[in-house]
Every structure is written in structure tokens, then in C-alpha cells.
């Protein structure tokens, strides 16, 4: 069975500080790869897409950036994290277009 | 952007009461997806169910249905005899192109004991 996992489960960062929060997926093979972003506990917003390694769509321009180095592993990095960066940050799969999309536990980021 | 709403922001009933969950979505497209996901404290969101418009038959899985009404653009999401395990953030969501996922804001769904 498909397994994916997030670390770290919690972080708390200074402003300015970089940042890379780890997505990987087990039990399957390429994966469309997303994360989201959940500010104040609603709302969902997509940040990156990936449907292939190397292959990143970006949905909201903003200091994130976003690296699929293997098949199953995809990294949400900051060079600088901002006030606006604090949420819980959520890594999803999905086999294909249209195709459930199953999340993984989260990251809860705050930013002091 | 073609948006998913979630009139109801939160809603607080007492075990056993039954509760319904609306969604309304916008669309263009004659083939599309609708989800429903639920999201409880923990903060992991949970796939309830997904729907293609095509399949316009309601849905029963135990205590949860789903009624799919393509004419009015609604996915209502129905629970039968509340548990307080119930208690959680109910999202539902349409794909968009691109296999990306379109959210509404979340109805908070708190059942008393």
C-alpha cells in the first residue's frame, strides 16, 4: 500500500531563516507530486505541482520554491521565511489527472 | 477561477442529529471530479469520496451519503446519526485542469455529546 510522510512534523523559525520541509511517497511509482498551504486552519491553497522529477509548476509566486530531486521526494524550500510563511503546510499524491489525491500529516510551520 | 463554496462555515449539533454538509460548485467543463475530504483535529486530511459528473446517483457509505445534483452544481454531503467522532473540518473540492484540486473554505462540523 501507498504510504507518504512529512518532516518535520513541527517548526518553529526565525523570520529570515531558510527552510525545507521533505515530502516522500512509498508504494508507488511517478506520482503526480503537490503542496499546499493551510493558513488560520481553512482553506486550502496549491503552492506546487510536480507530474515528473525535475518538473515543478509554481500556482502562487511568492519567496517558496519548490524541487522534485527523485521520482517519490519533493522539497519545499525559502531562501528567507517571512511572517506570512507560518501555516500547516500539506504534501499530496496522485496517480494521474482527475485521480484522488491523498495527503500526508503535515507540517505545522510558525514564524516568530 | 472556477470556485467551490462551502456556504457554512460551522455547525454545531448534538449526537445522533442528523447534519447535511452543501457544496456548490462552478464549472464550464462536462466531465469534471468533485471530492469531499474531511480533516479532523489531528490536521491529516481523510478522502471520503470522489465523483465523476457523470455518475449522478447518490452515494451511501454507512452513516455518510452524498447527493449529487448536477442541475443546481451542488455535492451535499450528508450525515446520518452524528457521532462525536464527527467532530472535524469537512472540505470539498472539484479538479481542475492539470489534475489540480480546487477547495472550498471548510465547513467546522462540532457534534455535542
Known amino acids: 500500500s501507498q504510504t507518504i510522510h512529512q518532516w518535520p512534523a513541527t517548526l518553529v523559525q526565525p523570520v529570515g531563516s531558510p527552510l525545507s520541509l521533505e515530502c516522500t511517497v512509498e508504494?508507488?511509482?511517478?506520482?503526480?507530486l503537490y503542496w499546499y498551504r493551510q493558513a488560520a486552519g481553512r482553506g486550502l491553497q496549491l503552492l506546487f505541482y510536480s507530474v515528473g522529477i525535475g518538473q515543478i509548476s509554481s500556482e502562487v509566486p511568492q519567496n517558496l520554491s519548490a524541487s522534485r530531486p527523485q521520482d517519490r521526494q519533493f522539497i519545499l524550500s525559502s531562501k528567507k521565511l517571512l511572517l506570512s510563511d507560518s501555516g500547516f503546510y500539506l504534501c499530496?499524491?496522485?496517480?494521474?489527472?482527475?485521480?484522488?489525491?491523498?495527503f500526508g500529516p503535515g507540517t505545522r510551520l510558525t514564524v516568530l | 477561477a472556477q470556485k467551490v463554496t462551502q456556504a457554512q462555515t460551522e455547525i454545531s449539533v448534538v449526537e445522533k442529529e442528523d447534519v447535511t454538509l452543501d457544496c456548490v460548485y462552478e464549472?464550464?467543463?462536462?466531465?469534471?471530479?468533485l471530492f469531499w475530504y474531511k480533516q479532523p483535529p489531528s490536521g491529516e486530511l481523510v478522502f471520503l469520496i470522489r465523483?465523476?459528473?457523470?455518475?449522478?446517483q447518490n452515494e451511501i457509505s454507512g452513516r455518510y451519503s452524498w447527493n449529487f445534483q448536477k442541475s443546481t452544481s451542488s455535492f451535499n454531503f450528508t450525515i446520518t446519526a452524528s457521532q462525536v467522532v464527527d467532530s472535524a473540518v469537512y472540505f470539498c473540492a472539484r479538479e481542475t485542469s492539470g489534475s489540480r484540486l480546487t477547495f472550498g473554505e471548510g465547513t467546522q462540523l462540532t457534534v455535542n455529546p
Open positions: 508504494g508507488t511509482s511517478n506520482p503526480n
Open positions: 464549472t464550464r467543463d462536462t466531465t469534471y471530479y
Open positions: 465523483r465523476n459528473s457523470f455518475d449522478e
Open positions: 499530496a499524491w496522485g496517480q494521474r489527472r482527475a485521480d484522488t489525491q491523498y
